[in-house]
């Protein structure tokens, strides 16, 4: 089955403490992403990868890195989450037409 | 700057009704526009996609439209069930594999 896999789903921290939210496509699919979605501003994408060793930044990348060692692994990297990072997160893999989204991860910043 | 917006926010209806959820957008250069769905817990799910030379997309019992020139899509529900109840998002693409989002209109049908 197709599927993009995140971990965790739910996850509470403080602020600075190092995190990293895994993705995991089974597609082969090229192109991932991740974004962040917050009440009255939808979803926002944070970073974008075109292939391996490929990134670049979306709209929102302040305080979020990203690495793409393998195809079908997408971490998000947060060095020092602080309480503005406090959102749920989605990750995404895209080739061409189809889009499959991850199921989120809620992320809490105190 | 692309920006989409969804009106309304929200939307409460019995079921059995014919709905229309709207969305705008200030650019016209799009590649395409989509419809997705979202269900509390899980990811987003494609509804319809809409390529910038078509004018409409149809699937069971939703139908999405495309305006360009006036920057406008809607998503009609025929016949509303409370398994429709979910947050509906639109978004365009101004090129392949980038999506902008609007903010969602949050849909409940109740019995």
């Known amino acids: 089955e197709a599927q993009v896999t995140q971990n965790p789903r739910y996850l509470i921290t403080v602020t600075g403490k190092k995190l990293t939210v895994t993705c995991s496509q089974n597609?082969?699919?090229?192109?991932m992403s991740w974004y962040r979605q917050d009440p009255g501003l939808g979803l926002r994408q944070i970073y974008y990868?075109?292939?391996?060793?490929?990134?670049d930044k979306g709209d929102v990348p302040e305080g979020y890195k990203v690495s793409r060692k393998e195809k079908r692994n997408f971490p998000l990297i947060l060095e020092s989450p602080s309480p503005n990072q406090t959102s749920l997160y989605f990750c995404?893999?895209?080739?061409?037409?189809?889009?499959?989204f991850g199921p989120g991860t809620r992320l809490t910043v105190l | 700057k692309q920006e989409v917006t969804q009106i309304p926010a929200a939307l409460s209806v019995p079921e059995g009704e014919n709905l229309v959820l709207n969305c705008s957008f200030t650019d016209s250069a799009i590649y395409n526009l989509q419809w997705f769905r979202q269900d509390p817990g899980k990811g987003l799910t494609s509804l319809l996609l809409i390529q910038s030379s078509q004018r409409e997309q149809t699937s069971g019992r939703l139908n999405a439209s495309l305006d360009k020139s006036s920057g406008r899509s809607t998503l009609y529900i025929a016949a509303s069930q409370p398994g429709d109840s979910a947050t509906y998002l639109c978004?365009?693409?101004?090129?392949?594999?980038?999506?902008?989002f609007g903010t969602g209109t949050r849909l409940q049908v109740f019995p």
């Open positions: 990868s075109m292939n391996v060793e490929v990134t």
């Open positions: 978004a365009v693409s101004p090129y392949t594999d980038k999506l902008i």
């Open positions: 597609m082969n699919h090229e192109y």
């Open positions: 995404a893999s895209i080739s061409g037409r189809r889009e499959f």
